[in-house]
């Protein structure tokens, strides 16, 4: 049964291993990455989230500067924080973790990053050059979702790939990911009148929403390959994803666990994008 487990924490651990030595080598030349964090407010969530970007950056030697903001910050405040980010030659990456408080702009926010430093790759620029196909930041999610694929030898092309949720952290991008590598691809979303007989042609299941054990066996088709991107707390305050993963297990062909699954891709993929940023200095 654990050969069905598409282990997150180990490919990412894989991943960062060999982006290690070629940050080892551009600092060497004078360059160390430098990757900037803005947290507004105390969301506990977010707080864990940038805990583990800092700790990241710090095994993997990338410089990390951690700006903590009050949940009252004015938006022209933040703005002005981006701004001299923006100019600091010591950081390639601006991330403002997201979501913003209510009184904030978040598309203003998102805008205001250089887009030569949008590792998060939520800037208009970088989802331009995404929906292209052109080199650019892809988001960290969608992108470590690709990663978990490929490094599980799962083929997409010809693939019928459904992704429910339409996010534009998660779903949108990771549709469009899929459809580059040829999948075909259906979206759904709350809005889809018949979510089940949608899910249930799907040989490739992405489900990004935040609704706990929402994807139940009836939703899955035999030998489907089921990702998992939610992170959710269940009925005993225990960790759990929007998929039933107990119910679905018997009958996916392979499926990402919660916690250990899609959740340590997405750091592992903002340090990819963050070396990514500081070796253009090299250009
Ligand atoms: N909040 C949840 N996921 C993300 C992410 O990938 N980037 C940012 N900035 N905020 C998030």
Redesign the pocket.
Same mark, same amino acid.
């Given at each position: 049964m654990s050969s069905k487990l598409i282990n997150g924490k180990e490919i990412g651990s894989q991943i960062r291993k060999s982006i290690a030595k070629e940050i080892e080598d551009l600092i060497e030349k004078g360059i160390t990455p430098g990757l900037a964090v803005i947290l507004v407010g105390e969301d506990p969530a977010s707080q864990t989230?940038v805990a583990n970007k800092e700790k990241a950056c710090h095994e993997l030697g990338i410089y990390s500067e951690l700006i903590k903001l009050p949940a009252e910050t004015s938006e022209e405040e933040l703005l002005g924080h981006i701004e001299k980010l923006n100019s600091n030659p010591a950081i390639d990456g601006i %991330?403002?973790? %997201?979501p913003l408080p209510k009184h904030i702009n978040e598309q203003h926010v998102i805008e205001a990053i250089s887009s030569d430093k949008d590792v998060?790759g939520f800037h208009p620029v970088s989802v331009g050059k995404m929906l292209l196909g052109q080199p650019t930041f892809l988001p960290?999610?969608p992108n470590g979702v690709m990663e978990l694929l490929k490094y599980s030898n799962i083929d997409v092309a010809g693939k019928h790939a459904v992704v429910v949720g339409r996010s534009h952290?998660v779903g949108v991008p990771m549709g469009q990911l899929l459809l580059q590598k040829d999948a075909t691809v259906t979206y759904c979303h709350s809005k889809t009148p018949d979510l089940q007989a949608m899910t249930k042609q799907a040989d490739i299941l992405v489900v990004a929403v935040g609704r706990a054990k929402m994807i139940k066996s009836t939703h899955i088709k035999e030998g489907a390959v089921v990702i998992d991107v939610g992170m959710n707390r269940d009925e005993n305050g225990k960790l759990c994803g929007d998929v039933d993963f107990d119910d679905v297990l018997d009958k996916v062909s392979a499926i990402t666990p919660v916690p250990g699954g899609v959740g340590p891709m997405?750091i592992t993929m903002l340090m990819v994008n963050t070396l990514l940023s500081a070796k253009m200095k090299l250009a």
């Open positions: 989230y %991330l403002v973790q %997201l998060d960290c999610t952290i997405t």
